[in-house]
Every structure is written in structure tokens, then in C-alpha cells.
């Protein structure tokens, strides 16, 4: 398994117009093609100072390529949601391909940085891919995993939108179903990230700390 870092430069996408307009960090935490070739549907994050976040918003949800935004606004100027674009080349050459998206992140130059994971031969085919779009693409660094590593940006992130939706609070203002739709996702599937996601959170919460059941077995020996 490799772990690719690759600059691009979009040609077309509301990403290269939203951070051509504004003084913003775009993150791609997701990305897949629609049926019938319509396009793709991104999850996704931007970061900007507090007083721009209704202006980018609204520039987004003006943009003729652009559909079906729902964003929820988080903390300190932090947009996060979903849409989906009938124009952007590079994600879409990306959502059809066969690797692992880690993440995708503006850049100051207004590239957009890919942290890849898959084979050599997907990482290959998806640059060949890229170059056959037209989408000019920079390969910054390869690298192979000798290890396990965890995928945490995508599961931290869903979990942020749980969170903010109102999924964890008693009663839940929303359900699973209804937050699975939301991230266009199964509730099967989102079920599953949730609890890899969550047994992260606590793994890394409890981590070096004396083992509870080890302490019970002292006290209380079978």
C-alpha cells in the first residue's frame, strides 16, 4: 500500500472559485460520482475568518455548477457539508478512480493537495487519468506503508457533523437515518464509521492509563 501526496491545479471547480473570491482553507474530506454521469457529491470543510462565512456561502449557493448545498456552521468561521457540482474535472477524474481519498486540501497558491492511499497501479492510473483530463498534476511525494496507520480524517469528521447535528444529545435531534442522508451515505455504513471513529476517540483518551479490568482482577481474583 502506498501513501501518495499529488498537487493539482483544477481547471473547473467551485473549489479554485471560492478560494480565487476569499481568503479560504478548503478541505475535501469525501468524494463520489452521481448516477448518470450528473457529476459528484463532495463532503467538505472551509475555513475562513467568522465575518466571511455567510459571504462564501452565499457565493456558493450562487454558483451555476454548483447544487444541493447543506452546510452545517461550526465554530470560529468553519463551514462544513456537503454539495454536489456538475463541473470539476479533477474530483471527478478522482471519485471514479480506485484509491483511498486521506485527505484533499487547499494550498496558498490555490493547488489542491491529495493525500492518496492505494497501490502502485491505482496511483498510476489515476495520474494517467488526471493528465488525460487535461489537469495538470505534481507528485510530491510516494511513500510505502510498512505499517498500520490510522485513517482518522474522514471518521473525525463525520463525527464532528454527528455532534453538531444533534445526533449524540438525549433525545437526538437527529437520527441515523436521517444523518446517513444527510452524508449521502448508508446507514449501514455510517453506522460502521461511527464506531470505528468512536473506538479511536476513546483509545486515544484512555491511552496510557492502567487497565480497570486488570485492577478488578486484583481485587476481585477469579
Not at 74 to 82: D, E, H, K, M, P
Not at 164 to 181: C, D, N, S, V
Not at 201 to 212: C, D, I
Request: with cysteine.
Amino acid at each position: 500500500m502506498l501513501e501518495a501526496v499529488v498537487q493539482i491545479t483544477p481547471p473547473h471547480s467551485w473549489i479554485r472559485r471560492i478560494t480565487s473570491n476569499f481568503p479560504a482553507v478548503i478541505r475535501v474530506l469525501d468524494c463520489r460520482t452521481l448516477p448518470q454521469k450528473e457529476g459528484v457529491q463532495e463532503l467538505f470543510e472551509i475555513t475562513s475568518s467568522p465575518e466571511l462565512s455567510e459571504k462564501i456561502l452565499d457565493y456558493l449557493r450562487q454558483d451555476d455548477y454548483v447544487y444541493d448545498v447543506d452546510v452545517i456552521k461550526g465554530r470560529a468561521g468553519r463551514l462544513i457539508g456537503s454539495l454536489k457540482t456538475k463541473k470539476c474535472t479533477a474530483c471527478r477524474t478522482f471519485a471514479a478512480a480506485t484509491c483511498f481519498l486521506e485527505s484533499a486540501t487547499t494550498k496558498p497558491d490555490g493547488k489542491l493537495e491529495w493525500v492518496l492511499l492505494g497501490s502502485d497501479s491505482m496511483v498510476k492510473s489515476l495520474l494517467k487519468e488526471l493528465e488525460q483530463q487535461g489537469v495538470v498534476a505534481a507528485v510530491i511525494k510516494i511513500a510505502r506503508l510498512e505499517e498500520e496507520q490510522e485513517l482518522t480524517a474522514r471518521q473525525e469528521n463525520i463525527l464532528q457533523i454527528a455532534l453538531e447535528k444533534g445526533y449524540y444529545e438525549f433525545p437526538k435531534r437527529i437520527t441515523l437515518r436521517q444523518l446517513a442522508k444527510v452524508l449521502d451515505i448508508s446507514p449501514a455504513t455510517l453506522t460502521e464509521i461511527l464506531r470505528r471513529g468512536q473506538k479511536r476517540v476513546l483509545q486515544e483518551h484512555f491511552k496510557g492509563r492502567p487497565s480497570v479490568l486488570a485492577r478488578q482482577e486484583k481485587v476481585f481474583p477469579s
